[in-house]
């Protein structure tokens, strides 16, 4: 019997770490906040390569409207972010400022206004190890001032 009671609390005392443990979600996705400073925040992200997927939710938490302050989330290789911010504003309001048939573009979110969120999930395999990732906002003259780096972890 106290056998069986050790082992007990033994699976319970498992139980209870794993419950406390970060989950293996949390590492594959993350919230970026922005506001009417156009900024990210955080503006660095490191993809961990166990992740099969990696999903960036995207939070306006400025006053200002979609359409005098939109944001969008976009994810290039970092050779690519002009040609992509140029493409993206060429695009304009209508498509929310993404090239449909750019393939330069490896994920973006829908454009957001104040009080808005939105997510993209992306294949981690798209990712190149060694390979330089750049973030940005394709509205309207935000590419030069809202940018950021991706990596993946090594």
């Not at 798209?126 to 993946?152: N, W």
Request: charged residues 20%; neutral net charge.
């Amino acid at each position: 019997m106290r056998k069986h009671f050790s082992l007990l609390l033994g699976l319970f005392g498992l139980c209870a770490l794993l419950m406390t443990a970060p989950s293996f979600a949390q590492q594959c996705s993350i919230t970026l906040e922005t506001d009417d400073a156009m900024r990210f925040s955080p503006s660095e992200i490191e993809v961990p390569k166990t992740c099969e997927k990696f999903t960036v939710q995207l939070k306006h938490v400025g006053r200002l409207p979609k359409l005098a302050m939109g944001h969008n989330w976009v994810l290039v290789k970092q050779s690519d972010i002009n040609g992509v911010a140029r493409t993206g504003m060429a695009a304009g309001l209508a498509l929310e400022y993404i090239e449909p048939t750019d393939t330069r573009v490896i994920a973006h979110t829908g454009l957001i206004g104040a009080g808005e969120s939105t997510s993209v999930t992306f294949a981690v395999s798209k990712l190149i190890d060694g390979v330089r990732y750049s973030f940005l906002c394709t509205f309207a003259g935000h590419s030069p001032i809202m940018q950021g780096t991706l990596e993946l972890a090594r």
